[in-house]
């Protein structure tokens, strides 16, 4: 496995697949470093290099963990066209916009557990006013930004909504000053979709809740309730679960007996359990429960649309 920015150990996305890739190791008797293992990525620049090493040394499956890897994996995979090799978060297409025979597409619909957390969110805002804050902008992180957006006007067309990117999934001290100015606005909860950048909007808020404010993080990719505790107290309302874990499992049990799902696009959702919030319930009401669950229903039976882009989030507004 080949980790995104933002290191193994980011409490979100890249942890959250290593964990996968352990419990499908643990579960086969496979020695970690011998029969699985990941290379770290710094910066953007490690991408190919990582690919290229762990095809060199004749992985039966290399993962690349995150969209930015899309350019890399698919330089690595035309050039070495014997390789398996999986992606997550993206569909990786060649100059005809045909998926590649020898890549495995991994998707989510990150728009349905953001439409959850954001009716959360609309149901324990005090002031009327959250937030959404982002890793690096574009098609995927936009999924989380539209379906959070449109389940907080679902509950409270009235709430204002305050979105801003940090431009990197790998700086925690920037995304604490973005958090700062929000909660200094009047804001009370934020979701960030941003990583490991994501760990300073729980530093700002932690600070703060030891002051006696009123202010809520919701996590993402994993159950962050632990990255807000202080204390005995969580600033962790809740978190969107996207089960990177399950899928790096079941796809590469699926290699494993000859079955790698090289040129599909898999796509896990909520049918799947693969999207959800999390376990930690700590902080949320049986009424916050009870609405998931129905506007769960709403959305399975195609009742309710999620928005994935801006035009669909402005088209769901005038409904």
Partial sequence: MV?????IDDK???QSAWEGMQAFGAEHGLEENTNYSYLQ???LDDFEPNLRQLVREDYDLTWGIGFLMEDAIRTVATQNED???AIVDTVVADENGDTIPNIANITFKEHEGSFLVGVIAAMNSETDKVGFLGGVEGTLIKKFENGFKAGVKSVNPDAEIEVQY???FNDPTRAQQ???TMYSNGIDIIYHAAGDSGNGVFTEAINRARNNENVWVIGVDRDQYEEGLYG??????TSMVKRTDQAVQIVSEDTMNGNF???????????DSAIDISESEQNLSEEDLSAVEDYKAQIANGEIDVPQTDEEYDAFLEQ
């Fill in 261 to 271: 799902p090289g040129g599909e696009v898999l796509e896990f959702g909520l049918e």
């Fill in 166 to 168: 940090v431009a990197d």
């Fill in 83 to 85: 390789a398996q090799l």
């Fill in 3 to 7: 980790t995104d920015v933002g290191g």
């Fill in 178 to 180: 973005i958090a700062n």
């Fill in 232 to 237: 005995e107290e969580s600033v962790t309302l």
């Fill in 41 to 43: 990525s710094g910066s």
């Fill in 12 to 14: 979100s996305f890249n």
